[in-house]
């Protein structure tokens, strides 16, 4: 009887999900326990289609290992399908089980953010009712939101706070380079947790006014009516303003700034479509204060980009991926693997896994203690527990001036 190992990549893709799964690989590869590894393409879709490739030579190769280790995205492809209750749709769950059984799977690792811990948990769910004890499966957590329960912080995230720190803090040497005054607005991603902007904080480490003067979250309701105070306050003392908004501001009633402009559509899960909070209040104060204003909205930009990646994040996720094929070899099922801070100065991390029914379809939000109390920015707690995750600069290989990434 053989032991293959089955991993599969969900979500929206990040600079760290490959580094996972390398770390996944190698472990399979040096445990001595696999026969064989595979990876399911575009994740859960690829077992439902029967689409599964085969990676023993890759886990073999260490050069082929190191650039897959620094290529951003997801090199499995991704999913956004979302199964039903198996008391629904048992018919899926048992054709999953027999692509499974029919490759000799015994575990199967999935990456991915909280809509992928769900599938982990339905089919656990399913593999237990059923007393399926031969096929254990595990979750490795992934997703720039941050908004995981039960780790500290989630792969991806480090990596994109980082870029985002950047991005502000190029913008504010753009921006102090003219005599002319304005107000610029920078939306990040952020549909119900503001994690990623309040990442904008650190473009403050090296400059203290190299950062936002605004940064407004969603997890504290956003008055149009305190924004363009707050920012027409500043713009009449220094006449440049830079405000950093998470795209998924809403008001006091719940409704996204966004909604005043688009339609109510959603994606598969069903969540809004709500990007264009930046756009609002761009025509806001232009109509309010009638300054010259632009807005950027970083978008996709935020998610994949490797050159600027931390190598904190990309070793985490690793090991986090390394984590999820002991578990997995030990007979655990069911299960997420997980970050624990030990603390910040110096930084330390322990590794270790919990039941993934305690983080999927969770939402972990800012403490509001880390919010400052007018709601407009973030206290030094958020930068503490922030600076850690961008350390590190990462050894990406370039040809021909370019980044080499691995194409599987």
Not at 198 to 212: T, V
Not at 232 to 246: C, D, L, M, N, W
Request: hydrophobic share 35%; charged share 20%.
């Amino acid at each position: 009887m053989q032991n293959n190992l089955l991993v599969a990549q969900s979500g929206g893709p990040t600079a760290a999900i490959n580094a996972a799964l390398t770390g996944i690989l190698r472990a399979a590869k040096s445990s001595g326990k696999i026969d064989h590894i595979f990876g399911s393409h575009h994740g859960i879709e690829g077992v439902l289609n029967h689409e599964l490739l085969n990676l023993d030579s890759l886990s073999e190769d260490p050069a082929a290992l190191r650039d897959l280790f620094y290529t951003p995205a997801s090199a499995l492809g991704s999913c956004r399908y979302r199964l039903k209750e198996s008391r629904q749709d048992q018919a899926t769950y048992e054709k999953i089980t027999e692509t499974l059984r029919q490759n000799h799977i015994t575990c199967f690792i999935y990456i991915g953010g909280n809509d992928s811990m769900d599938t982990v948990q339905k089919i656990s769910s399913y593999f237990r009712e059923n007393h399926v004890a031969d096929i254990h499966i595990v979750g490795v957590p992934k997703t720039i939101d941050n908004d995981l329960m039960q780790t500290d912080h989630c792969p991806g995230f480090g990596s994109a706070a980082k870029f985002i720190a950047t991005a502000f803090s190029e913008l504010e040497r753009d921006v102090s380079s003219y005599s002319v005054p304005g107000v610029l607005i920078v939306e990040t991603m952020g549909r119900d947790t503001g994690w990623l902007t309040a990442a904008a904080s650190l473009a403050r480490l090296n400059n203290r006014n190299g950062g936002p003067d605004f940064i407004y979250l969603c997890e504290r309701p956003f008055s149009v009516d305190d924004f363009i105070r707050d920012v027409r306050q500043r713009y009449e003392k220094t006449s440049k303003v830079i405000a950093a908004v998470s795209e998924g501001i809403r008001d006091q009633n719940g409704l996204y700034l966004s909604q005043q402009f688009q339609h109510d559509t959603e994606d598969s899960f069903g969540h809004r479509c709500i990007a264009g909070a930046g756009r609002v209040l761009e025509d806001l104060v232009r109509q309010e204060i009638g300054c010259k204003v632009r807005c950027i909205e970083l978008n996709l930009l935020q998610r994949c980009a490797s050159h600027i990646a931390s190598q904190t994040d990309l070793t985490e996720s690793y090991l986090l991926g390394q984590k999820a094929v002991q578990c997995a070899l030990e007979g655990h099922s069911g299960e997420m693997t997980c970050l624990i801070r030990q603390g910040n100065d110096p930084y330390e991390i322990r590794y270790s896994s919990v039941p993934v029914s305690l983080a999927a379809n969770k939402e972990k939000k800012i403490p509001n203690e880390w919010i400052a109390p007018q709601g407009n920015d973030v206290t030094d707690q958020m930068i503490d527990y922030l600076r850690p995750l961008i350390i590190g600069e990462v050894n990406v290989q370039y040809k021909n001036g370019m980044p080499v990434q691995s194409l599987l």
